[in-house]
């Protein structure tokens, strides 16, 4: 049975306040969508939060719902 969740991080935050709510289902399953809302974060930063996110998981449980 698939699990959709999604993970949350702002401008600024670091990997421990990064949050997970349920997801929606990504046509074909098995896969990971990036949704970057940006008007003020640069490029730098956009990477420093994927590696957060890239912390995160390998920090927490799996699945993390």
Sequence with gaps: MA??????LHRG???PKMTVAAGTTIA???AIEIN????KMTKGE???LMENFTRRLQEAEWPPL
């Design 3 to 8: 699990v959709q969740f999604k993970y949350t």
């Design 13 to 15: 935050d670091t990997a």
């Design 28 to 30: 074909g399953s098995d």
């Design 36 to 39: 970057i809302d940006q008007t």
């Design 46 to 48: 956009a990477i420093i």
